[in-house]
T-cell receptor, first 111, second 118 residues
Framework: GQQLNQSPQSMFIQEGEDVSMNCTSSSIFNTWLWYKQDPGEGPVLLIALYKAGELTSNGRLTAQFGITRKDSFLNISASIPSDVGIYFCAGQASGNTPLVFGKGTRLSVIA | GAGVSQSPRYKVAKRGQDVALRCDPISGHVSLFWYQQALGQGPEFLTYFQNEAQLDKSGLPSDRFFAERPEGSVSTLKIQRTQQEDSAVYLC????????????????FGPGTRLTVT
């Protein structure tokens, strides 16, 4: 099935550093979402974006919905050890429709 | 609890066995989605329901996969004659999903059922 292009695949960073990851698609989406998944758990919703150009923050997390509606990025500022996990972007074509996910970015934080 | 729950959390099946995976959505959530997550991949859509109606089953990989939600609440994903390639984590998500406000389309996931077919 279709998956979004998410990069980087993995990152190793020092505690306190900022992190940036992004997601691109060949199709337009009307909603972009970012999830975090810990081992053995389901994805947890971090941020949802509903309008092209929208910039939304949730604590140390900031995400943007690209103008073309084909991309999104997620920034994490001042990373801490509990930020470790796999981050997934997801696009939603319209309304109450299935999500299309990226392959994930695995984040490791070195204390 | 208040979240989506799934059972069992882990299931080991011998090739050829049938399995049934259960999802309890968040109370009051109209829409329910099933996804399959292979190791190292993002979740992929299988099927979804609005109340008891199955609106899209285009992601089901074969006719061995069957899902139901007879009373519009609990859902069961059944896999008949399991094969090794069915080994994956099966995730269930629910959303309020009945009006036009975008917030209520946000999907909340359960912890998943890890299926291993030997």
């Amino acid at each position: 099935g279709q998956q979004l292009n998410q990069s980087p695949q993995s990152m190793f960073i020092q505690e306190g550093e900022d992190v940036s990851m992004n997601c691109t698609s060949s199709s337009i989406f009307n909603t972009w979402l970012w999830y975090k998944q810990d081992p053995g758990e389901g994805p947890v919703l971090l941020i949802a974006l509903y309008k092209a150009g929208e910039l939304t923050s949730n604590g140390r997390l900031t995400a943007q919905f690209g103008i073309t509606r084909k991309d999104s990025f997620l920034n994490i500022s001042a990373s801490i050890p509990s930020d470790v996990g796999i981050y997934f972007c997801a696009g939603q074509a319209s309304g109450n429709t299935p999500l299309v996910f990226g392959k994930g970015t695995r984040l490791s934080v070195i204390a | 609890g208040a979240g989506v729950s799934q059972s069992p959390r882990y299931k080991v099946a011998k090739r050829g066995q049938d399995v049934a995976l259960r999802c309890d959505p968040i109370s009051g959530h109209v829409s329910l989605f099933w996804y399959q997550q292979a190791l190292g991949q993002g979740p992929e859509f299988l099927t979804y329901f609005q109340n008891e109606a199955q609106l899209d089953k285009s992601g089901l990989p074969s006719d061995r996969f069957f899902a139901e939600r007879p009373e519009g609440s609990v859902s069961t994903l059944k896999i008949q004659r399991t094969q090794q390639e069915d080994s994956a984590v099966y995730l269930c998500a629910s959303s309020l999903g009945m009006t036009i406000a975008p917030l209520i389309y946000e999907q909340y996931f359960g912890p998943g059922t890890r299926l291993t077919v030997t």
